[in-house]
């Protein structure tokens, strides 16, 4: 590198700022060897940012607990607690915590079980006729 060129600490100041003091940027705007520094430790940031998110998401590091959103339901969390657990699902949008949370709610209401129960019935019946139906064809007995 030439004389003058921004050190690692400048560079990682720049990405993690987003800006630069007026002689840095200057410096920047005329050196093409710092741009690529910037440029690479930018892709680098970015590249572990991702691989990052990928792992919070997948092992879901942040998720409540299911007694947590179990509780969330019943409104037995303290308004600590409950804050995060709203913004957890609703404002990050975890799908899977919505997801238990939609089914501790399904399970607390009446309706919803009967409703649930009349299905799975209907289901059953239905495969059963459907079992009594394949088992009159041309198939030998067992």
Known sequence: MSRGCLTAAEVSAFIERGRADAAASAHLDACEACRLNVDSLENEVLALQYSMSGLWFRERISCPTPDELAAAARGALTPEAADYVDFHVNTLGCRACGAAG???????????????RQAARRVTDSMGRFLDEAGKGDAPPP
């Open 102 to 116: 939609a089914a501790v709610d399904a399970d607390a209401n009446p309706e919803i079980r009967r409703k649930s």
